[in-house]
Structures are given as C-alpha cells and as structure tokens.
C-alpha cells in the first residue's frame, strides 16, 4: 500500500456472527445464556473449592484458578459482543479494540498453562506419587524466609537432582530476562543520548526514571 493512500484508523467493525436482521434476537439469546451458564458455572465451582475444607488439594486449587480464567476470558469479549447485537452502531473504538486484545493476550496463555499443571498434577498423584520426597533431619532453616537451597540444606540425603534442577532452572531464570533487559537499556540510552529537543529528552528521561523505580 501507498503510504499516502493511508487513513488514520479510529474504530473497527467486527462482522459478527450473522448479518441478517431477523436473526439477531436469537443470536442475542443464545450467545446470553451461553454466557450466563459458563459465569455461572465457574462461580459455583470457585465458591465451593474456597468454602468447602476438603477441597484444599493442589488440583483443587488449580480448577478454581482454571474456571477464574474461564470466566474472566469470556467477559472481555462476550458483553461487548451482546451490547453489539442489538446496538445500531456496530463501531468499536481503535482504544477499546487494543484494550480488549490486551486482556486476552494476557488471559489467554493462563488457560493452557493451568492445564498443563492440572496434566502434570495427575500424572504425578497417579503415576509417581512418592517421587523425589525428601527426609530432613533439621526443622531451623537458615533464612527468613523458605527458599529452596536453605530447604535442600536440611535434607538428610544428597539430593543431587534436586540441586542441579535448582541450579540450571535458576540460572535459567535469571539469564533469560537479563539477556532482553541489558540489549534494552543500552538501545534506550543510546536513543536518549541523540536526542536534541528538550521536551523529547525529558520525556524519554521521565519514562526511563519511572520503569527504573519499578
């Protein structure tokens, strides 16, 4: 395309489902009760893992963590899509679309991980259940808090697999971010050093000093 052909976007117009006038009180009353049966659901088993004491396993917890998402991933599109239904203005502004792409970016990864934790939970209460129990010989842990590598101190045996798994998946952790984080700054220093207006540079100055706080 030529970039002098282009126009600034303001809203999109999502098609929908059905275009046909005579079919949008029955898309309406579909997509509703769909909607009202999953919030529902999800609500009722969110309430009885949290009241019910018996409830309190790990795969437990994982289910109410799965039907939360669950939830939350259909109130970011459906109510839009309903009040779309029977609105004439069929617009959706340029900010709430990214918005609203935002949040199921942001919950929609959950769901898959959560269901590979629920996978690897069963597998490991049905197929392995004792593996890598440790014996500790000492309950006083040499920190404030329960980090790992003080916990692996106080075990009886030599759990070797244990502390290389630490190891590898600690550095793991640490390098990975530090490998985007370092590149980052220096291209954002860099970009700041050129600049030469003055409210260009203490904007940029401003945005630096506040991710730096955080």
């Known amino acids: 395309m030529i970039p002098g052909n282009q126009t600034p976007v303001s809203e999109f117009i999502p098609l929908g489902l059905s275009e ?18 999953t919030v529902t659901s999800n609500t009722l088993i969110i309430t009885v893992t949290l009241i019910d004491p018996k409830l309190k396993a790990p795969m437990y917890f994982l289910l109410n963590r799965l039907s939360f998402v669950d939830m939350a991933f259909t109130s970011i599109t459906v109510p839009q899509r309903l009040a779309h239904v029977l609105s004439t203005s069929k617009a959706i502004p340029f900010t709430n679309c990214l918005t609203q792409l ?16 629920m996978t690897y939970d069963c597998y490991m209460a049905v197929c392995d259940p004792l593996w890598a129990h440790l014996a500790f010989c000492s309950l006083r842990i040499l920190q404030f808090f ?50 030469r207006s003055a409210a ?12 730096c706080w955080w």
């Open 20 to 37: 046909r006038s005579d079919w949008q009180l029955a898309v309406f009353g579909l997509i509703l009760a769909m909607y009202l049966l």
């Open 102 to 117: 935002f949040f199921i970016l942001l919950v929609g990864p959950m769901e898959g991980y959560l269901l590979a934790a």
């Open 146 to 195: 329960c980090a790992i590598t003080p916990m692996l101190q106080l075990s009886c045996s030599r759990p070797f697999l244990n502390e290389m798994l630490t190891f590898t998946e600690g550095m793991t952790i640490i390098l990975r971010p530090f490998i985007f984080i370092l590149p980052s700054y220096a291209r954002t220093g860099a970009t700041v050093l050129c600049l």
């Open 200 to 211: 260009g540079l203490c904007k940029a100055t401003s945005t630096v000093a506040l991710m």
